[in-house]
C-alpha cells in the first residue's frame, strides 16, 4: 500500500499524521486491518492509503461498528477502502429525499392554534412521531416539510390538529411495519446468501447496489399499493354512505 512516488511515512510520521498511537497502529496491522508497510532496510514505510484505511477504521468505529465487524467488511470488499466506505455510507443514508427545514416556536404555535390549551402536548406528539425536532436554540427541525404542507392543507380543510396528528400515528405505525418487511426480505434474500457463502470476496458492491436500488423500488411500492387500496377503500366505504342516504330517503 505504499505507493511508488507517493510519500512515505515511518510508523512514527504515520501516527502524528493520523493522530493514532503507534500502539494502535501495530495492533490495527495484528488484526489484519491495516497491510504491512513496505519494509526497506530495517524501516517500514506507509502510503497515504495506510492514511485512508486508519480514517476509515476511525469512522466506522465512530458509527458503533466494532473491529472484527470493520474486519470482515474489509475482507468482503477484497480489501478496498473505498467500497467500504460506498457500502457504509449506502446502509447510512437516508431514504427520505428531502432536506429538513428550520421553523421557529411562534410559527408552531400559530400551526396547533387550534388545538387550544392542548398545542404543547400535540407538539410533543409530533416530536415523538419523528415529525419534529427540537433544536438547542428553541427552534425546531422539520425532517419532512412534505409532511408539514400535508398538515397544512388537511387545516385548510377544517381538520383539526389533534385529528391529523392521530393519522400520523396511524400512518408511522403502520410505516414502520412495512419498513420492517422491507428491510426482512433485503437481509433473507441478499445478505443472508452473502453471509451463507462465507462472504465472497468483492461480492460486497453487489450487495451494496442491491441495498442502493432498494430506495426506490420500496417507496414506489409502498406508493403504488396505498394508491390501489385508497381506490378501494374510498369506493366502498362511499359506496355504503351513498347507499345509507338512499335509504334514508
Not at 441478499?190 to 441495498?211: C, H, M, S, T, Y
Request: aromatic share 4%; charged share 35%.
Amino acid at each position: 500500500m505504499a505507493e511508488n512516488g507517493a510519500e512515505q511515512l515511518t510508523i512514527d510520521e504515520l501516527a502524528r499524521r493520523t493522530g493514532m498511537t503507534v500502539r494502535n497502529i501495530r495492533a490495527h496491522q495484528s488484526r489484519g486491518l491495516l497491510p504491512p508497510p513496505e519494509v526497506r532496510g530495517r524501516t517500514g514505510f506507509y502510503g497515504p492509503a495506510h492514511a485512508t484505511r486508519i480514517e476509515l477504521i476511525r469512522e466506522l468505529q465512530a458509527d458503533g461498528f466494532k473491529l472484527e465487524a470493520i474486519s470482515r467488511l474489509l475482507e468482503s470488499a477484497g480489501g478496498s477502502s473505498e467500497e467500504v466506505l460506498r457500502f457504509t455510507r449506502a446502509v447510512k443514508a437516508p431514504f427520505e429525499n428531502e432536506d429538513p427545514q428550520i421553523v421557529t416556536a411562534d410559527e408552531l404555535a400559530v400551526r396547533f392554534s387550534d388545538a387550544g390549551d392542548k398545542a404543547a402536548e400535540m407538539l410533543r406528539r409530533a416530536e415523538k412521531l419523528g415529525l419534529l425536532r427540537r433544536l438547542p436554540d428553541g427552534n425546531f427541525e422539520e425532517l419532512s416539510p412534505r409532511l408539514g404542507r400535508a398538515s397544512a392543507e388537511l387545516r385548510a380543510l377544517g381538520i383539526p390538529t389533534e385529528s391529523a396528528l392521530y393519522v400520523a400515528r396511524e400512518l408511522r405505525k403502520h410505516s414502520d411495519q412495512v419498513a420492517k418487511t422491507m428491510v426482512e426480505l433485503f437481509i433473507r434474500e441478499i445478505w443472508k446468501p452473502f453471509e451463507d457463502q462465507g462472504r465472497p470476496e468483492n461480492d460486497l458492491p453487489k450487495v451494496r447496489v442491491a441495498l442502493e436500488r432498494l430506495r426506490p423500488l420500496a417507496s414506489d411500492a409502498l406508493l403504488a399499493m396505498f394508491q390501489l387500496a385508497m381506490t378501494d377503500a374510498v369506493e366502498q366505504r362511499m359506496g355504503r354512505e351513498l347507499e345509507r342516504l338512499e335509504k334514508s330517503r
